[in-house]
């Protein structure tokens, strides 16, 4: 073969390799260009995003790979598409349609507890916190959504009214009189039943004191009933795969009779803390997280504290600041997937690096008290880089760190005597049952002093069950960061 065709066919080849190229990088053509468009011109809102499923539902054959089975969209590869899109914009664009959610109306099923002591959370005297919380749940969900009602003590039974009438019912325990045994709560009945009972889409609340209270307990040393009831929780949640629990704690007026677990009951007039266990399938859950449609679900205003179980560690976005009123000494921000900041210098003063990333951490289900404590994270480097992490707010917007605050919730700053010729920044937030647990939980309820106002009776055995049954990665989210000179 000549030189002539030799030539000829590398070009030949070349021009195979480009259009194979073209089709696989670029065979969508019209969404494409679209998505490019709508990330240019920054305008990324719930229509957009839309429309540019509209794309792909009205041509699914094209885009097989951004359907399910079933042909309908799949909301995860469409955000996985658009944001390997952005990414490779420069510099890159980041837009995060998880939140527009995309899933049909979930169902909730409420189970309320009617025992003993829960009664006096719902006089007509008090500030009725319980009630409003549970109110606000269901109509926190959209209008048509399927919502059952039940009441459970020893056993679970329908709520034999409406919802509409479950709403307005100012004495909802008068109303529910009469229903079951309310001298005592079976929690591995009803956990068993809840998660046997739980349908793809459902959303399941137990609304509870957490006060473990089992049948016939004479006799039966208090330690022996936290043992009890921490192998429970963890051998009724271990058998169900794939769910997802997050615990709310709330804080109401409590009128009326207490019964401890040894000694006499007594009266009692003040706060007492309150729960709502939300149980569903892990990926129901990020829907709650995401959707817009369910706001106020895991973020009502009542909320004193949270935890989510079963939480795997997550992805988190970031991006490094490269203008930020912390920074100190130099760096520059090499683009690509992961972080890497090149030509590092010292502060010539003081030899501190200093740089900030703001992060989205809405994802991770957990509050500010945890996310803002330092204490909760591990920073591992070389040269002993220390953390600080700060919420975002809209004071700190500027011309110029608009496009990187946009969409982030914290900013973490990270502060190290820069020495090494290379190191690398590790951060995670540790995963651990939280310091709330614990400070809410107590082992003696037979006076109401101390701190019985704010403490449930043996909550960190009970809820300690539940975590060990359920614990996902050791931490929420890992980050890396490469620091070279």
């Known amino acids: 073969m000549n030189h002539r065709n030799i030539r000829r066919l590398v070009t030949l080849l070349l021009g195979a390799s480009f259009l194979a190229c073209l089709c696989a990088c670029g065979g969508h053509g019209q969404l494409e260009k679209a998505v490019r468009s ?189 043992n009890e009831e921490n192998s429970l929780a963890t051998r009724v949640f271990a058998r169900y795969k794939g769910k997802s629990v997050v615990v709310q704690q709330f804080m109401g007026d409590y009128s009326g009779k207490y019964y401890p677990y040894n000694g006499v009951p007594f009266n009692y007039s003040g706060k007492r803390p309150f729960y709502l266990v939300i149980i569903a399938d892990s990926e129901v859950m990020d829907q709650l997280a995401q959707d817009k449609r369910y706001s106020g679900v895991l973020d009502a205003p009542g909320i004193r504290n949270s935890y989510r179980f079963n939480q795997v560690t997550s992805e988190v976005p970031c991006r490094v600041l490269p203008e930020w009123k912390d920074n100190a000494g130099r760096f520059r921000v090499k683009h690509g997937d992961d972080i890497v900041l090149t030509k590092c210098q010292g502060d010539r ?70 020495k090494s010729p290379r190191d690398e920044v590790r951060i995670s937030l540790r995963n651990n049952l939280p310091d709330w647990v614990r400070q809410s939980s107590s082992d003696n309820d037979t006076q109401a002093d101390g701190s019985f106002a704010t403490t449930t009776l043996g909550l960190e055995q009970l809820l300690g069950g539940m975590f060990d049954a359920m614990k996902g990665g050791s931490s929420y989210f890992d980050v890396t960061i490469n620091l070279q000179r």
């Not at 916190?129 to 209008?143: E, G, M, R, S, Y």
């Not at 703001?358 to 509050?367: F, V």
């Open 349 to 418: 003063q003081t030899g501190k690096l200093c740089f900030s990333m703001a992060a989205d951490l809405s994802g991770l289900m957990a509050n500010d008290a945890l996310l803002t404590n330092a204490d909760n994270y591990d920073v591992q480097s070389i040269d002993g880089y220390t953390l600080v992490i700060n919420p975002v707010d809209k004071s700190m917007f500027t011309a110029n760190n608009k496009e990187y605050l946009e969409g982030m919730t914290h900013v973490l700053t990270l502060t190290g005597d820069f």
């Open 38 to 226: 709508a990330l240019v011109r920054g305008d990324t809102t719930q229509a957009v995003y839309d429309s540019l499923c509209s794309i792909v539902t009205d041509n699914p054959g094209k885009y097989s790979d951004l359907v399910t089975p079933e042909g309908k969209l799949d909301h995860k590869k469409m955000s996985e598409y658009i944001a390997d899109l952005g990414s490779h914009l420069r510099p890159p664009i980041y837009w995060d349609t998880r939140r527009y959610g995309g899933v049909e109306n979930l169902s909730l099923t409420i189970y309320f507890e009617r025992s003993g002591s829960m009664v006096p959370y719902d006089q007509r005297g008090g500030g009725g916190q319980l009630k409003k919380a549970v109110n606000d749940l269901i109509n926190h969900f959209p209008a048509g959504s399927k919502v059952d009602i039940n009441i459970v003590n020893d056993g679970i039974y329908p709520y034999q009214h409406t919802v509409d009438e479950f709403l307005k019912d100012r004495d909802i325990y008068q109303s529910t009189a009469g229903i079951g045994d309310a001298s005592y709560t079976d929690f591995q009945l009803i956990f068993n039943k809840i998660l046997e009972a739980q349908r793809p889409g459902n959303v399941s609340v137990l609304v509870s004191d957490m006060i473990y209270s089992p049948e016939d307990t004479h006799g039966v040393s208090l330690d022996k009933i936290f």
